[in-house]
């Protein structure tokens, strides 16, 4: 098989994607050499940062799509998904590598990234996460290694993927659905610190329920982009069949965030003016409210631009989520520690790296691989 | 945490589809308090025996300087980590908060007002250090048992060379005391590790031999709690024979008894610590977080990590029979229609 033509590799595109490559790999070697104090503004008060909030947190449930697509396509059978199921596993491999790229950069001793793996400890919510990210980057190689198979003419590999490749998606689900919740659950032991308009015994079911909303607006979104730049061409009930499982998603979410907020955090916590109530408001509306009800009027869930603005919404709501879940959550506590967090430049510079290696590789894939051949 | 018997039969019960008994087990742990071990070492601080001279802040860091202590490194071997103020002279330490080379600090509360409080004293000292909790939130969500809590003394250790800094020893301690060394390329976590490295050689808490006034003692925490149950019994105003450096009380010293506020803070909370504290002022006003309750944090997490193998064993079983069922109907419908292949599984 042959390159696709329609996509052109020197475009002024990929010239600024790799300069932000370039510059944020130069700054990760710097936080390699010289450690976490000389690159980041964490401190003993903010461990965890926006590398973490954003890149980690956020990175994982924008992945959620491919789960959720190769689930809908290979489990439930239903046909209508299939030209975006190679797209929607090709963003979660790539999405997952990022996050595999920050959690190295992130934690102190990059080089140690394997202890988990030998030294166990099934108590920490932190090592069940490590086992799910380990697990399923594999399977999600596994899931992606036909379009290469394809590509290099393996015929004999790609019939032996082919064969399991079921099984690897039922796999793949159990371990998606688990680390999304995981992800939450890594906050309910914070329950001292944390502002209760976030934290909730039912942390891993929100964290689980916005990601999937999440991952559908993110595979929506990214179709209607290649369907711009790359020219992959889809059929159009896509799209509103995506903005109507995102509706019903979306709404239950509201859904348990009104009954968290009403019978365990209390409402008036959320308007008392403070930096806390404010980002929840702002993380809802942007995120949660406005997007329902947007969605639920036909004429715009069944149009193109439409969809396309509620898409973009819904994906800057939860990352907004996991940001103060992460860090804004947390406020009140340290600031009566009279200590605060914001990130470096240094800090933005590897999270655009990343961000823009992920892009970069994503239409490569395009161009070399059979991504939107089914 | 150990991985103790009951905890491993409930993960095996778990993998085992066994949800149902898993459930039960764990809500009936989550009732139990944790129990310590019978010869758990910690120490006793009384706010109102603190005359505020620190010595336990310079000789806890003399004392953890030397090889094996919480302070030590190879390559800053027989240095002091002091923390002299910034442009200022090199004469008097003065750390302003915990960091990576301060595990234990002296605190100053003056904001007591005699005309609305008239019981309580107008200031007090508070000493931060790990509190060695009973079931440690640090040591349940570490992921490479790089903290680990010592089956005999209860005290909590820290091994440098497992731990890989995920930090969430951090996020998860309610006290905020692991401390990171964020200015090192090579960075470890550091907290108090009750001078464990002493113990070998027959000594105990620096901070606790070098305090003059008996305001830290150190000792086994029954004993200790005992001692301090004794003390609130105390009248104000009665003089005690308060016991020095340790709690076998073999150096006494005799001083009139001033206001305690009825409660020993670590017994309950967080669900028991193996530092106990007694203050003339409200814990509150000491740093303490108001939100810190008695409940034992590791459950929180605990009780989503039991429920994991589970949801694992439910979630491939219903992805299995999903499949099946939608496969049968494709098989069926397909039969209707005109005999085509169905095997479109890649």
Known sequence: MESNPNIKTWTPTTFVLLFFIVTGGATMLYRIIFGLGATTNLSDAYPWGFWLGLDVLGGVAMAAGGFIIACVVYIFNWKKYRPIVRPAILTAFLGYLMAVVAICLDIGHPFRIWHPMFMWQYHSVMWVVAMHVIFYTTTLALEFSPMLFERLGWEKARQMVGKVMVGAVIFGVMLSTLHQSSLGAVYLIAESKMSPLWWDTKLPFHFLVSAVAMGMAMVSLETMLSKKFLHHEVDSEIFYGLARGTLIVLSFYLLLKLYQLIMVAGVGLAFNGSLESNMYLVEMLIGVVIPVVLLAMKNFRRNINWIFSVNLLVITGVLLNRLNVGLFSMESYFASHGLSYSPTWMEFLVSLGIISLGIFLYKMSAKHLPLFSH | ?346
Request: a neutral charge; proline letters at 6%.
């Open chain 2, 1 to 346: 945490m150990a991985i103790n018997r009951r905890d491993f039969l409930k993960f095996s019960a778990g993998a085992g589809l066994l949800a149902g008994a898993g459930v039960e087990t764990a809500s009936a742990a989550a009732e139990a308090p944790p129990q310590m071990p019978k010869d758990a070492l910690g120490i006793l601080y009384d706010a109102t025996l603190c005359i505020g001279c620190m010595s336990c802040m310079v000789n806890c860091k003399k004392a953890n300087a030397e090889p094996g202590g919480a302070l030590f490194h190879r390559e800053t071997e027989g240095q002091i980590p002091y923390e002299y103020p910034k442009d200022g002279d090199a004469i008097y330490d003065a750390p302003i908060r915990l960091s990576d080379k301060t595990l234990c600090i002296i605190k100053a509360y003056r904001a007591g007002d005699k005309a609305v409080e008239p019981d309580t004293p107008a200031s007090s000292f508070v000493k931060q250090h790990c509190l060695h909790c009973i079931d440690p939130a640090c040591v349940s969500v570490c992921p490479v048992k790089a903290l680990q809590k010592q089956p005999d003394t209860g005290i909590i250790t820290y091994n440098k060379n497992r731990c890989f800094g995920c930090r969430y020893c951090q996020i998860a301690c309610p006290f905020g005391i692991p401390q990171y060394e964020w200015s090192k390329a090579s960075p470890s976590v550091i907290k108090c590790q009750l001078c464990n490295h002493r113990l070998a050689q027959g000594k105990y808490s620096a901070c606790c031999e070098y305090c003059p006034t008996g305001a830290s003692i150190f000792g086994r925490v029954e004993d200790l709690r005992e001692e301090a149950k004794r003390r609130l019994a105390l009248k104000t105003g009665d003089s005690y024979n308060y016991p020095v450096q340790h709690v076998d009380g073999r150096q006494r010293t005799e001083k009139v008894v001033e206001h305690y506020v009825d409660h020993i803070y670590g017994m309950n909370e967080a669900g028991g610590t193996q530092y106990l504290f007694l203050a003339g002022v409200e814990f509150n006003k000491l740093g303490f977080n108001p939100r810190i309750s008695d409940m034992v944090y590791p459950r929180l997490t605990w009780s989503y990590v039991s429920h994991v193998p589970a949801l694992i064993g439910a979630l491939l079983v219903a992805g299995t029979v999903t499949r099946l069922v939608t496969q049968r109907m494709e098989r069926n419908k397909n039969k209707d229609q005109t005999p085509t292949d169905e095997a479109d599984a890649s």
